[in-house]
């Protein structure tokens, strides 16, 4: 007796979904409610649970496959397992798919050792941005699984020259030239429309001004510790940033709106969303009612979020919405940049790295350390001289963090 394996609904308004991995081969046992299969979606990666108890069966799609929702992707067979797993090394094994090949990933050679277990989103694309042969690394997650940080160890750990076949120098002297084609992901191909949608849509302008973060370093200095020690989390500068930008969006409304036809839609809370690196590329999740939130508890929600970009667990419901964008180009070293609003969002605001500069103080030239910040807007809702004065008054914030404690 078998149970049929169906794609799950995935949120509003999302129909179909791409296959991104089997978490299960066939022949594995299967618990209820385990993770057998990821799904990538034009927002998160989406885990198919196992409907019933069992043994997983064949497949009905291969990796890469645009599955419905609803559809049959596969079946659970009745068992427990015991007797499926010796069958895999009989003349004739249940079918199993072959690996789908990527840029800079190949099926394992078979010899010597078991087979990998399948590698998780975030998995794949550090394997396809290091180029690492997965087969040669030694996993430490869940069940000897391969994760991120094993893939950028392994980059990071220079290989063991071994004794190269005659024909490996003859390979590498032919100087030819390559060329890869990889298939775009969904949540790639979400952001590109998007974006390139906003640059149709809006009448997009960008102004820039510069913080001296003396202040908040100071300060992060000061309490880091106790900080971490009382919260559990890390103190940052977005904690920072994001309550500064709440109380400059409550006294510019503005920059906080939207436009729906002929209407402006203004918002008394701030759902403010924050862009984050994820496997599949930048997604953003909300903070919602962040104007309620204490500085430790943006932080909070922040690494949370963080975490699960990484890990491809983001739920669909906690990229909804936001009413103002916050994106840091800094962590990745960028200078200044003109960030694209994220509709309907009507503005979004870029910080990006710090560094000592000359800047004069009491007419002397000192040394600080500045962020350059940008914030592009849509100028058909908000004016120059708005989104000046949001700058302004997030400048302010950030260099005397006391107006955040005092509301000012």
Do not use: C
């Amino acid at each position: 007796m078998s149970t049929e394996i169906k794609v799950p609904v995935l949120g509003e308004s999302i129909t179909e979904a791409t296959l991104g991995e089997w978490l299960k081969q066939p022949g594995d046992p299967v618990a209820a409610d385990e993770p057998i299969a990821s799904l990538e979606t034009d927002k998160v990666s989406v885990e198919v649970p196992a409907p019933v108890a069992g043994v997983m069966g064949e497949y009905g799609v291969q990796v890469g496959d645009t599955v419905a929702v609803g559809a049959t992707i596969g079946v659970i067979e009745a068992g427990d397992g015991s007797a499926a797993k010796p069958a895999a090394a009989a003349p004739t094994p249940a079918p199993a798919p072959a690996p789908t090949e990527t840029a800079g990933q190949q099926a394992p050679a078979s010899g010597g050792g078991d087979a990998p277990a399948a590698l998780s989103p975030s998995v794949r694309r550090a394997v396809l941005e290091t180029g690492v042969d997965p087969a040669t690394i030694k996993g430490t997650g869940k069940d000897g699984r391969l994760t991120k940080d094993d893939v950028l160890a392994a980059k990071s750990t220079p290989a063991p020259q071994a004794s190269a076949p005659a024909a490996a120098p003859a390979q590498a002297a032919t100087g030819e030239r390559r060329e890869e084609r990889v298939k775009m992901t969904r949540l790639r191909q979400t952001i590109a429309k998007r974006l390139k949608e906003a640059q149709n849509t809006a009448a997009m302008l960008t102004t820039f001004n510069d913080v001296d973060m003396t202040a908040v370093i100071e300060a992060r200095a000061k309490y880091k510790d106790l900080f971490e020690k009382k919260h559990g989390v890390r103190l940052g500068f977005m904690g920072f940033f994001v309550k500064a930008a709440t109380m400059a969006l409550k006294d510019i409304p503005a920059v906080n709106a939207s436009i729906e036809g002929d209407e402006i839609v203004y918002h008394d809370y701030a759902d403010i969303s924050v862009a984050v690196s994820s496997p599949g590329g930048l997604v953003v999740p909300v903070i919602r009612d962040a104007q309620d939130l204490s500085v430790a508890g943006i932080e909070k929600t922040i690494g949370d979020f963080g975490k699960r970009a990484k890990d491809g667990t983001l739920k669909m419901d906690e990229m909804k919405g936001g009413t103002f964008t916050i994106s840091n180009g800094g962590v990745f070293g960028s200078l200044m940049s003109t960030p694209i609003i994220n509709p309907p969002q009507s503005a979004v605001l870029g910080l990006h790295r710090i560094e000592d500069r000359p800047v004069v103080r009491d007419g002397q030239v000192v040394v600080r350390p500045m962020m350059y910040l940008a914030l592009s807007y849509d100028h058909r809702l908000i004016d120059g001289r708005e989104a000046v004065t949001f700058l302004v008054a997030l400048k302010n914030a950030i260099e005397d963090p006391t107006r955040i404690l005092i509301d000012l």
